[in-house]
Nanobody, 116 residues
Framework: VQLQAFGGGLVQPGGSLRLTCAASGRVTRFDAMGWYRQAPGSQRERVATITSPGTTNYLDSVKGRFTISRDNAKNTVYLQLNSLKPEDTADYYC???????????WGLGTLVTVSS
């Protein structure tokens, strides 16, 4: 299984980005998918997750600004980032879980830089 994330970039404060993570390989369904981020010198933190039925969970600091969604048929997860702040600057990593095998998968990061 491979997860490929893209959509990061440089954006001004208040701007928006949309991250996409597409999974490929021998997986028919992920029980949960999500996004984590890691800023320089900081620990990786969970930004948002979404279960297969669509239950979402967000980091408090991004509630109301970020929206996670997924397309189960395509094994793809999205993260819409609005009202971006400099403190959102980080490498964003996508993650996926197959509960039956307790297997977690990580994609390579995509860098989001919020700066004027």
């Amino acid at each position: 299984v491979q997860l490929q994330a893209f959509g990061g970039g440089l954006v001004q404060p208040g701007g928006s980005l949309r991250l996409t993570c597409a999974a490929s390989g021998r997986v028919t369904r992920f029980d949960a998918m999500g996004w984590y981020r890691q800023a320089p010198g900081s620990q990786r933190e969970r930004v948002a997750t979404i279960t297969s039925p669509g239950t979402t969970n967000y980091l408090d600091s991004v509630k109301g600004r970020f929206t996670i969604s997924r397309d189960n048929a395509k094994n793809t997860v999205y993260l819409q980032l609005n009202s971006l702040k400099p403190e959102d600057t980080a490498d964003y990593y996508c993650w996926a879980l197959v509960a039956s095998t307790k297997s977690g998968y990580w994609g390579l990061g995509t860098l989001v830089t919020v700066s004027s």
